[in-house]
């Protein structure tokens, strides 16, 4: 199941509404955060200091609005993943150059955040921060990005001439001439497996194959790829990586 693609209502609080080192979950994860930027900001979280607006703020009212956001799912909540952050004008002239680095690392930021309360984000998350706002406030507006990023699968063996095949939202592995991965290999099932993209990920599942379908050595009925799989379909490896 996939959460309808949806945008967050634009809503903000005071900075001084949000603490950065108060208590609670998540503490750990915004002091990581912390250390990030003093590595990635030339001169440390000062230089941004004083501005009207910090970094930890910013990620504290992500993670707020993560939550706010959930939509449950048959495996696990589906969370935005695409999130605008809007700073008056002054504010982004005060990050300056930094304003990359720091959204950068605010989504990294809140993917680890998902990862550790097992919420599903798609592609990846994403941040960007921009002018336009309104003095002292933190405007954010998110959204669901369901677009698949793409795959690619890379034949390894059992297959003479090797090739590669690219996947977008689904494809279906077998010898029938509409299948997007079109293998000539007796072993392997008219309609052998399909690989289809979902909130949490590419999903591979075999359609009741004569031969079976394996992910790393192990037969698997269904599962979610991970870059770098090797999946056997009849006596074919095929090696699936995620593209850049």
């Not at 369901?146 to 001439?161: D, F, K, M, N, T």
Request: charged content about 25%; hydrophobic content about 40%; some cysteine.
């Amino acid at each position: 199941m996939r959460a309808a693609a949806s945008v967050g209502p634009l809503s903000d609080v005071p900075w001084s509404a949000i603490t950065p080192h108060s208590p609670g979950a998540g503490v750990s994860l915004l002091r990581r955060l912390e250390d990030a930027l003093e590595t990635v900001i030339d001169g440390g979280l000062a230089r941004v200091a004083g501005g009207g607006v910090h970094p930890l703020e910013i990620a504290r009212r992500l993670q707020s609005e993560m939550a706010d956001g959930r939509l449950l799912g048959t495996d696990a909540p589906y969370v935005p993943n695409r999130y605008v952050v809007t700073l008056a004008d002054a504010e982004m002239a005060h990050l300056g150059d930094v304003a990359a680095e720091i959204s950068e690392e605010l989504g990294r930021h809140l993917q680890e955040h998902a990862a550790e309360q097992a919420w599903a984000v798609g592609d990846g998350v994403t941040v960007r921060l921009q002018g336009g706002g309104r003095p002292g406030r933190i405007a954010v507006e998110r959204e669901f990005d369901e677009r698949a990023p793409g795959a690619r699968l890379l034949v390894e063996a059992g297959q003479s001439g090797g090739g590669s095949f690219e996947i977008g939202e689904r494809a279906v592995i077998g010898r029938e001439p509409d299948c997007e991965v079109l293998l000539a290999e007796s072993a392997v099932s008219r309609r052998h497996a399909e690989i289809e993209w979902t909130y949490h990920g590419y999903r591979l599942r075999d359609l009741g194959s004569r031969n079976g379908t394996f992910v790393n050595a192990e037969e698997v009925d269904e599962v979610l790829l991970a870059d770098g799989d090797l999946i056997e379909v009849g006596l074919v490896q095929l090696r699936f990586h995620l593209i850049d």
